[in-house]
């Protein structure tokens, strides 16, 4: 069957692959239903998060937060997009309280590897939900086969991992 090209050259089958095609996100007041705000954004999936700091999403080029209230932008971050996504493996973005945590930003130089760990060695980001500040950088191990990082906090802690095959430590 045909195929085509997603990003930089990684097929995918169509219908599955985020394409960076623009959607409206909507603030509706609950009592009345009409609309509060609307912006016309990408949004790249399960990169969404809402909370009393704003809506955080990431539109395909940085992390971007919206004021909650008005829709208007507060910041956005410097954390770019893996330039490879494969259609079973999607960025996750998690809002805890004043953290942001990202995985799924562009390429480091800590990426090295083969086929597959080049594409499943995602970098993972803690940036500040109150100025898009980057707070720290890690690699992420290779976790879960063909679906999406889990990002867990427990007690103050943010755990994900490293569970790729059966022998590897969790």
Known sequence: GSSEQYQEGHRFSRGNAWMGETKSLMAVDPQTGTCVWRAETPIAPLSFAVGAKGAIFHNGQQIVCLDPKTGEEDWRSAVGLDSVIPTSNTPTLVLHKDVVLF????????????????????TFTALSADTGEELWSYRVPPTGFECPKDVLV??????????LLGDTPG
């Open 103 to 122: 995985i799924g930003g562009t390429d480091h130089a800590h990426r090295r590897g083969g086929w597959y760990a080049m594409r499943n060695l995602r």
């Open 154 to 163: 427990v007690d103050k802690l943010v755990w994900i991992g490293a569970i």
